[in-house]
Every structure is written in C-alpha cells, then in structure tokens.
C-alpha cells in the first residue's frame, strides 16, 4: 500500500495514464485527459506526441493549460498550424494513434453525449456540445474515454449522440464509413470497461477496493463482464508526485 493516499480521480487519471505507449501521437484536450498525457510522458512514454485543437504540434507546457489556447502550450512544440491542418492533415489521414473522449453521458455502445441532457428540442440541460470529438471519436485510430462513474453518466442509451462510438454494434460502425477503431477503453474512478466482439461494454478491470457490484450500481443497464476481470495497480508513489508537485501543484483539477 502507498503511504500518500489517493483520491478517485487520481486512479482515473493514472490508469489512463498507463494504457498509452511510448511514441504515440496523442490528440488530447485539457482538464483530467491532459494530466494523464503528461504523467505518460513523465514516466513510460517520454516520446509521447501530444496534439492540440488549436493547432499545437508536439506541446511541451511549461505549466498546466487551462484552455486548448493557452499560450503555454506553444513553448517548446515541434510545430503550430491551423486547426484546419490539425484536422485534415493529421486526424482524418490516419495520423493520430489515440484521441481522448469525455462527455456528459456515455451508453453501452460507447456512444458520447455532450449536447444536451433530455429532449434536444426541450432539454433540460444544454451543454457545450461537440467541439472537435466528433472528428477525434471518427477518424482517430483509436479512443480512450475518462469519466467519473455513476448511473446518469452511464445511460443504456444517450440522450443525443454527439460523438459516435460503436452506434447499435460493431457492424454499424463498420457500415458507416469511418475509418477509426472506435473506444478501446472506458476509463473511470471505479472501472475498466471495454468493448465487447459486438462493441457492447464490459468489465474488464476493477480498481483497488471496488466491487463488481459497486459498477452495477452505478451502471444504467445490466453490464457485462469479462470472463476474468483483473485487479488494477494502486497509483505509485512517483506518479503522484508528479501528479502534485510538477503537472497540477494548485489543485486545480486534482481537487
């Protein structure tokens, strides 16, 4: 066990952290994404290529970025271009392993809503919409999705689909066109989820001290599990010291 004790959110963003591997090119946003980006790059994938919405190539931020437009994140990149560039040339000709997703709602198909909560027409809450995640969840090679975990997040169907995942199944994805992979992974302050033969969530990993029950009880359909489901790694010491003192020292997203 650690000594330092650590939050749900610090899981999360560690065992995102982990699935990335050295080398990779990255398309990622700000917020829990962006640190789990940097912890990779800190620690098992220093050759990591982080890509940015705004047209950064290659960012190296001196501190945390508080918007996709941050001048921070233009100090010390190999490249800045237009966000047209960023898409076409990068993005949709295959040229971004992973794209990071979040959303207000995700269902059992991995399909993301970030538009709206209720009827689109009459909705409860309006929210901000898709940005540049529809283009991320098409055409990236593959995505990871980091959410915290509980029933309103995880919908057995999304009020709206902003960004496509695997729609009613594999095949559906497969018909539609787009060349990327879809989700590879869900990642959540409870969980490991991946997608099934047919694109259908399952339980693959749990967290240190979390049940198989606990994800039921905060899943909005009967989940599915994988036929073994393995235990996930306590954060260590060195990744949340890097967490604290080097990439988010004022808490502004780990709190």
Known sequence: MNERIYSKNELMIVNAARLLQDGELVFVGVGTPNLACNLARRTHAPNLTMVYEAG?????????????????LV???????SMYEIFSLYLQRGNVDVGFLGGAQIDRFCNINATVIGDYRHPKVRLPGSGGSMEIAAWANRCYIMTPHDKRRFPEKVDFCTSAGFLSGRAEREKSGVRGRGPQAVVTDLAIMM????????????????????????????IKTATSITRTAEPTSGELRILHEELDPSGIYLN
């Open 195 to 222: 997608p099934d033969e047919n694109g259908e969530l399952q339980v693959t990993a749990l967290h240190p001290g979390v049940e198989l029950q606990d994800v039921r009880d905060n899943t909005g359909w009967e």
């Open 75 to 81: 100090s010390g990149a190999s490249a800045v271009c």
């Open 56 to 72: 950064v190539i290659g960012a190296q931020p001196a501190r945390l970025p508080l918007s996709i437009g941050d001048p921070t």
